[in-house]
């Protein structure tokens, strides 16, 4: 596609409950990134996927959340069992190749634990 | 790992007038970049800028790499460019291949 592609773009869910996020890469990127941004903070990074390379995880806050990526294009992000601090935006980004190209996000999942 | 620091943290201005955002990181980098966030939420990328210096309409950066910065320029504010510029970098040490964000800047541009 054009860009990053997310759905759904909004998501309100009762704590306790788990939900999936999805994200689909500009075709023929390579590596696709998960980050968080909590309500008026930065981007926080969560797990980042290159071709077959086993995924860097160390941003994973908790074993409750858990991604991955089917075929080396669409990623799904889980979250289990949701607290109300999950409540953020998740951005995927994705880029071609390796270090030193440039990364785009798509447009985010905006999630709201209740 | 890298450490990102940008300033000023809010920065309040009238239309019509020139600003400079600063990055400072703390290590090589392979990658910088400069994000808008838009009121909506989208991050839109505006530079892709290791090194040197580059130019877009009334928006310019320069990163000078051996000390560990970069600028952003904003000349002409328009009340459109409101909105968090990030700075983000990928360290140079092998196997970072994640882009490490700055905590912003909040641009507002009054009319």
């Known amino acids: 596609g054009a860009g990053v592609s997310q759905s759904p773009s909004n998501k309100v869910t009762e704590k306790g409950k788990d939900v999936e996020l999805r994200c689909d890469p500009i075709s023929g990127h390579t590596a696709l990134y998960w980050y968080r941004q909590s309500l008026g903070q930065g981007l926080e990074f969560l797990i980042y996927f290159q071709g077959n390379s086993a995924p860097d995880k160390s941003g994973l806050p908790s074993d409750r959340f858990s991604a991955e990526r089917t075929g080396g294009s669409v990623s799904t992000l889980t979250i289990q069992r949701t607290q109300q601090e999950d409540s953020a935006v998740y951005l995927c980004?994705?880029?071609?190749?390796?270090?030193?190209?440039?990364?785009?996000f798509g447009e985010g999942s905006w999630l709201t634990v209740v | 790992g890298i450490q990102v620091e940008q300033s000023p943290p809010d920065l309040i201005l009238q239309e019509g007038a020139n600003s400079t955002l600063r990055c400072n990181f703390s290590d090589s980098v392979n990658n910088l970049q400069w994000f808008h966030q838009n009121p909506w939420g989208q991050l839109i990328n505006l530079f892709y800028?290791?090194?040197g210096t580059k130019q877009n309409g009334r928006l310019s950066a320069t990163t000078v790499a051996t000390e560990r910065y970069s600028l952003l320029y904003i000349s002409s504010s328009q009340t459109t460019d409101s909105g968090v510029y990030f700075c983000?970098?990928?360290?140079?040490?092998?196997?970072?291949?994640?882009?490490?964000f700055g905590q912003g800047t909040r641009l507002t541009i009054n009319p």
């Open positions: 983000a970098v990928e360290g140079a040490i092998q196997g970072a291949q994640k882009l490490v």
């Open positions: 800028i290791p090194s």
């Open positions: 980004a994705s880029r071609r190749g390796g270090s030193g190209n440039t990364i785009y």
